[in-house]
């Protein structure tokens, strides 16, 4: 994988994991406050929302794709051979690229159009901006889409190269 690449999916990979520690503690002080001494802390269920599980399942997507460890479902594919399973990889490559473009391209318009109308949601003691969470998902649909071009740039240099054959 590219140096750059990597480099971003590990960190990203950190900041995720972090992130989900966080949201863990978060949790159980609000349901130790809660079954211990009645009280709550105010804006847990948003932050939780749209900062931990966006963080957590769009920057996942993003560093899943790049190191290719996400969940595959290959059940006629495993018997293909040769170039069947070549071609059978390739169109599923492709179709993950496009989706991720299409995908980081409606996640950019949202965040757009969010950043503009500097949107909040009701956290009971404060008005939380959810607008910087819109920009999170963006990045880490768009990183996943630039991870999906790398493995598509690879496969296609690997079957340029076989087909050269040696020299």
């Known amino acids: 994988m590219g140096i750059w690449l990597k480099k971003i999916s590990h960190s990203a990979a950190v900041v995720a994991g972090v992130l989900t520690v966080l949201m863990m503690l978060h949790v159980a002080a609000e349901v130790l406050l809660r079954v211990c001494f009645g ?9 939780v929302t749209y900062y ?16 290719d460890v996400h969940v595959r479902v290959d059940v006629i594919a495993q018997f293909l051979t040769g ?16 989706y991720f473009s299409i995908f980081s391209y409606g996640l950019y318009l949202q965040a757009v159009r969010s950043w503009n109308r500097s949107e909040t ?11 910087p969470s819109r920009w999170l998902a963006f990045a880490g649909i768009f990183f996943a889409m630039l991870a999906s071009l790398y493995w598509l740039y690879q496969f296609a240099a690997t079957l340029l190269k076989k ?3 040696p020299l």
């Open 39 to 47: 009280l709550h802390i105010p804006g847990t269920m948003e932050v």
């Open 52 to 67: 931990y599980m966006v963080a957590g399942v769009f920057v996942g997507i993003f560093s899943c794709t790049a190191d």
């Open 83 to 98: 170039r069947a399973r070549q071609f059978v990889d390739g169109i599923g490559l492709l179709a993950i690229t496009v």
């Open 121 to 131: 949601v009701d956290a009971i003691v404060v008005e939380l901006s959810i607008w």
């Open 163 to 165: 087909r050269e054959g």
